[in-house]
């Protein structure tokens, strides 16, 4: 019994060493495969997701590991604190071997472009691509070999950021595709203005005689017609001026045949010359004063008149709305007082506020837009008129347009925001900004390729609010989903694309 209890506790300790050496070599490989993907720096979901294919195997540096007859080679992308290189390593019999002996070329096929040629130098146990892997990283991989006097080749294939959509289902979910190529950027200065009544072509309605009102044949806001009436004075200077005029007339006519009475005479030799001459100057002064009282009348608006004397007529001096009214039956109004104010609102002004700092990038011609809250469309048109002065409250100026109305949309008093050209570039390659979408905290556009729809990482330039220039990432001519492209991010969120560092 004594010696058969110590055999016991050796096979155990040996079970417990035993058990204790293969979790250390476990937990070995683990750290060795983990070390390796992190010097490689690169993990892809599509990538992660070719591990279920049983012919990919990982190298002891988290690459893929490709082998033939004795020969191996592993790929890898390594971007950790320097732009994305391919790192390769080479083995012999599964040892490493050493990078200078093996002489290795790597083909890379993009959608849209033309296949990149990487070739590879000697830098301590790896062979460094000589340029740079640029995103996405989503393309076809031809790498051919030769060591010993013997070539390889081997391949792989790996997508990113890609998601297929026919021309249906694109035109189902509203996607709109277009073109990138050159544009003519416009840099914008953004304003606040309003809208205004068009003082040249605005009214004040003045009587011009004191006089009481009988009757008002209009209201604000009425469309009137020019020479329509508008209201009905009753008023005594008026009626003075127009007796005046009918006793010039009168006097006028008296004096006319007086002229020709004595011209008559004068010629059958009956009364003397002087009589003539009299009644000639009498003529004279008559027609004189006859002149003299009409213009009078015509200044003051008011027509000659047979009927009532103190009828004063005040009617719309042009077409246009009635903006304001003040006036109503029965009062009495002054010679000076506005009661009415016609604007004609086929056109109206935009006045936009001018800081001191902006005032260099305003000038008379430029195109500007304008837009409101109220309104869906915007409207285009010029800078009319910049103020030579600034605001001693304000230190602001004031640049005005004047906007076709046609609708009468643009009502004054509307506020707006005016968005002034102020200058423009010519880019080689610009997309529409409402194409670009963020993707792994990145910008990108969706370019089309047959079938396929993939994430384009852009480096972007200036904008003005439309269009985009695009310095990198993609080239003119590239088509590309324009409209809606959110739905195709949308489509390669529910793929479950992903790009982890």
Excluded: C
């Amino acid at each position: 019994m004594t010696t058969s209890k110590p055999k016991k506790q050796i096979v155990a300790i040996a079970i417990v060493i035993a058990l204790g050496v293969a979790l250390g070599a476990a937990i070995l490989a683990v750290d060795r495969n983990m070390s390796g993907a992190a010097e490689g720096g690169h993990g892809h979901a599509e990538e992660a997701a070719g591990d279920h294919d049983e012919a990919l195997v990982r190298g002891p540096y988290g690459g893929r590991l490709f082998t033939e007859s004795d020969y191996g080679l592993e790929v890898t992308i390594f971007e950790q604190g320097v732009e994305p290189q391919f790192r390769l390593y080479t083995y012999r019999d599964g040892k490493p071997l050493a990078p200078k002996d093996s002489a290795v070329e790597l083909t890379l096929e993009r959608l849209g472009r033309a296949p990149q040629v990487f070739r590879f130098a000697a830098e301590g146990d790896y062979l460094k691509g000589d340029a740079i892997v640029s995103e996405p990283h989503s393309f076809k991989v031809t790498v051919n070999a030769s060591h010993a006097g013997k070539p390889y080749q081997f391949g792989y294939e790996q997508v990113e950021g890609r998601v297929s959509m026919s021309d249906e289902q694109l035109a189902q979910a509203g996607v709109e595709l277009a073109t990138a190529g050159p544009a003519r950027l416009a840099t914008r200065l953004e304003l606040l203005g309003e809208v205004r009544y068009n003082s040249d072509r605005t009214v004040q309605v003045v009587p011009r005689l004191a006089g009481r009102v009988e009757s008002v044949a209009v209201s604000a806001g009425e469309r009137v017609k020019q020479g329509q009436l508008l209201a009905v004075l009753a008023s005594q200077s008026l009626a003075d001026q127009r007796g005046e005029l009918l006793a010039a007339e009168q006097r006028l006519a008296l004096a006319r045949s007086t002229h020709e009475r004595e011209k008559t005479l004068w010629q059958e030799k009956i009364s003397a010359e002087q009589d003539y001459l009299q009644a000639r100057t009498a003529l004279q002064e008559a027609t004189i004063a006859v002149q003299g009282a009409r213009q009078k009348l015509a200044a003051l608006g008011g027509a000659p008149s047979k009927g009532d004397l103190t009828r004063y007529e005040l009617r719309a001096p042009i077409a246009g709305v009635v903006t304001d009214k003040r006036i109503a039956v029965g009062e009495v109004v002054r010679e000076d007082s506005a009661v009415f104010t016609v604007s004609d609102l086929s056109t109206v002004w935009v006045e936009a506020t001018v800081p001191a700092a902006d005032l260099g990038a305003i000038a008379e011609g430029q195109s500007a837009s304008v837009r409101a809250s109220a309104l869906s469309e915007p409207a285009e048109g010029r800078i009319a008129y910049v103020s030579a002065l600034v605001g001693e409250q304000t230190r602001a100026a004031t640049a005005r347009m004047v906007l076709p109305n046609p609708n009468g949309a643009w009502r004054p008093g509307l506020p707006v925001k005016v968005a002034v050209v102020a200058s423009e570039t010519e880019v080689a390659v610009a997309v529409a900004a409402d194409a670009i979408q963020t993707v792994r905290d990145g910008k990108v556009v969706f370019g089309r390729y047959g079938d396929a729809l993939e994430a384009r990482p852009l480096e972007l330039g200036r904008s003005d609010g439309r269009y985009v220039e695009v310095k990198e990432g993609l080239q003119a001519g590239e088509r590309y989903a324009a409209a809606n492209s959110f739905v195709i991010k949308a489509e390669l969120g529910k793929a479950g694309a992903s790009h982890d560092h």
